[in-house]
């Protein structure tokens, strides 16, 4: 499915990050990727991320998956929703929705979250650090749009949501099947089920906070410092005050703090590593049986081709003109010249065709990849 009547360049410059969009049958044909019976089955499944939101008497009720099958059979009269995180990752009519959005760079994209909702249902008012697409899949939805959010907006006091305490909508749309609504990261939103059967889909994008960085990166870092790598001063000289830190010292101290965090050659290889590391790495994708270069060129020439695990994800960074750093699932390959057009390839196409008489760096990445998982031969239809 392609977009209709969405103009990238004009979405880029005017609303990306900026104000939201109405985008009215924003497919050129729409069919929902997925029903609801088989989306209750995947919040069933023990390594499937799935919650159900309910609304009884005023109060919020959060459940967490894996959901038992009864469940859903005494939902009873409150109006309640299910949510279930990274469907695109098990179902590829679902993973088909991100094509469309490659126009934002693959390390941005997060999942596609599914809820479906009986009539009333819904999430409560809130707000997201990132921004989201809001496809309407199924049935109909109001959507409702309110003032920008920050660190200082009172939430509700809930252990488990983060909901709006006062909420003004100053926006209103009903979304009908096909129609998409972006929302930028902390504008305030709620959305309500009308009617049953409805479902929405929502494509998240990854904005990692400067925390989060700075804790990630200075873990990665320290195993490999040296206790041994201290403070000096062998020029000491006899201060006024004893107890005053001296400008000097201070500057010498960021020093030894900047000089480890600034080195961009380990920054690039750890956040291409951190940034491609699983959602759901407790998941384990890998093929029951190792392949070596041989069977990857057997099959190659018998007409198969690669497909990424929709699961998987890669990156790369350029290093020259003719070699780059391929990451995938928080591995890191060395890519030089026909490999290297390979990486790029891989990381670009969800699906290739590869030449069985690839040169044998690029037959030994393929193994790699197919091994851990990150990719799989498919016969030709």
């Given at each position: 499915?392609?977009?209709?009547n969405?103009?990238v ?10 104000k ?21 089955g ?22 967490h998956?894996?959901v ?17 995180q ?43 650090h ?6 309407q ?27 709006l ?58 195993p ?9 001063d ?13 400008a ?14 600034l ?32 069977d ?35 591995h ?7 490999t ?28 790699l ?5 990150s ?7």
């Amino acid at each position: 499915m392609q977009l209709s009547n969405f103009d990238v360049t004009g979405f880029l410059k005017d609303y990306w990050q900026q104000k939201p969009l109405l985008i009215r049958s924003a497919w050129d044909c729409w069919t929902n990727p997925v029903d609801p019976d088989e989306l209750a089955g995947l919040a069933c499944e023990p390594l499937v991320e799935s919650r159900i939101i309910t609304r009884r008497d005023h109060a919020w009720e959060l459940e967490h998956g894996p959901v038992p099958e009864s469940r859903f059979a005494k939902a009873g009269r409150d109006p309640w929703t299910l949510l279930v995180q990274s469907v695109d990752h098990h179902l590829p009519s679902v993973a088909a929705l991100l094509d469309p959005f490659r126009f934002v760079p693959n390390w941005r994209i997060d999942d596609v979250m599914v809820s479906y909702a009986v009539d009333g249902g819904g999430v409560g008012a809130h707000f997201d650090h990132y921004d989201v697409f809001l496809v309407q899949g199924l049935g109909r939805r109001r959507w409702e749009l309110g003032a920008l959010c920050d660190d200082d907006t009172e939430l509700l006091a809930h252990d488990g949501l983060r909901l709006l305490a006062d909420f003004q909508a100053t926006e209103e749309w009903i979304l009908e099947p096909g129609d998409m609504l972006y929302v930028p990261p902390r504008v305030a939103h709620r959305g309500v089920a009308i009617g049953d059967d409805c479902m929405t889909y929502s494509i998240g994008f990854r904005a990692p906070s400067r925390a989060e960085l700075i804790e990630a990166w200075a873990d990665d870092m320290i195993p490999d410092l040296s206790d041994s790598d201290r403070y000096s001063d062998p020029h000491l000289l006899q201060q006024d005050n004893p107890g005053e830190i001296s400008a000097e010292a201070l500057a010498q101290l960021q020093a030894m703090i900047a000089e480890t965090l600034l080195d961009k050659t380990r920054f690039a290889r750890w956040f291409g590593q951190y940034n491609t590391t699983p959602k759901n790495p407790e998941i384990d994708w890998r093929p029951e049986h190792a392949e070596d270069a041989d069977d990857v060129q057997q099959r190659l020439a018998a007409g198969m081709t690669l497909v990424r695990n929709p699961a998987s994800r890669f990156s790369l960074i350029r290093e020259t003109d003719t070699s780059l750093l391929l990451f995938a699932d928080g591995h890191c390959i060395a890519c030089r010249d026909d490999t290297a057009r390979f990486a790029e390839r891989v990381c670009a196409e969800t699906e290739l065709a590869v030449s069985p008489a690839s040169v044998p760096a690029t037959l030994e990445v393929i193994a790699l990849l197919v091994n851990a998982g990150s990719l799989a031969f498919e016969a030709e239809a």
